[in-house]
Antibody
Framework: EVQLLESGGDLVQPGGSLRLSCVASGFTFSSYAVSWVRQTPGKGLEWVSAISGSGGSTYYADSVRGRFSISRDSSMNTVILQMTNLGAEDTAVYYC?????????????????WGQGTLVTVSS | EIVLTQSPGSVSLSPGERATLSCRASQKVSSTYLAWYQQKPGQAPRLLVYGASNRATGIPDRFSGSGSGTDFTLTISRLESEDFAIYYCQQYGSSRLTFGGGTKVEIK
């Protein structure tokens, strides 16, 4: 059974940083791309970032490029989202989601499996 | 970026009725790369349909997707109590993935 477990969400001040983790199990970790998708009451669902199975390719939404960094640790079956210079607009529930083998291929970019989400609140 | 507009924003229906949800794209979605998800309060989205018309594993056949180009539809043939939820479409033909704003299906 595929499982994705996020952690790291917290209350952080504007301009601060936070690191989210997604621990995966139930599939061959290095063979699949993983994305982060966030959800706010106001803006709905927004794709944030993705990383290829090998970790060699990364992708970012324009809204986070230059502030967020995605990486993966195959020894721990973990995908990391490092977030810096956070603003109120980054307040959301952050989900990790498993797509197909390669994010660079269109057919692989829908999400069969999702984690339960972790809440990030940016506020002073 | 491709903007997805879902309509209606909400709909009130009774169990056993048919639900027809629309997702319209601001430009053509490549090769029917469109998915539909269901979300219930406090839960993550659940994949229902991919490739515009392919049901995901374990999804009942009362759910069906159709459409191409810029106009897509999710139909629930006979609503059951567990189907009252919010439904989202997502396009994935472009690497700039986008989601629609959702349609809430409420019990009448």
């Amino acid at each position: 059974e595929v499982q994705l477990l996020e952690s790291g969400g917290d209350l952080v001040q504007p301009g601060g940083s936070l690191r989210l983790s997604c621990v995966a199990s139930g599939f061959t970790f290095s063979s699949y791309a993983v994305s982060w998708v966030r959800q706010t009451p106001g803006k709905g669902l927004e794709w944030v970032s993705a990383i290829s199975g090998s970790g060699g390719s990364t992708y970012y939404a324009d809204s986070v490029r230059g502030r967020f960094s995605i990486s993966r640790d195959s020894s721990m079956n973990t995908v990391i989202l490092q977030m810096t210079n956070l603003g109120a607009e980054d307040t959301a529930v952050y989900y990790c989601a498993k797509g197909g083998p390669s994010f660079s291929n269109s057919p692989d970019r829908y999400f069969q499996h999702w984690g339960q989400g972790t809440l990030v609140t940016v506020s002073s | 970026e491709i903007v997805l507009t879902q309509s209606p924003g909400s709909v009130s229906l009774s169990p056993g009725e048919r639900a027809t949800l629309s997702c319209r794209a601001s430009q053509k979605v490549s090769s029917t790369y469109l998915a539909w998800y269901q979300q219930k309060p406090g839960q993550a989205p659940r994949l229902l349909v991919y490739g515009a018309s392919n049901r995901a594993t374990g999804i009942p056949d009362r759910f069906s997707g159709s459409g191409s180009g810029t106009d897509f539809t999710l139909t629930i043939s006979r609503l059951e109590s567990e189907d009252f939820a919010i439904y989202y479409c997502q396009q994935y033909g472009s690497s700039r993935l986008t989601f629609g704003g959702g349609t809430k299906v409420e019990i009448k």
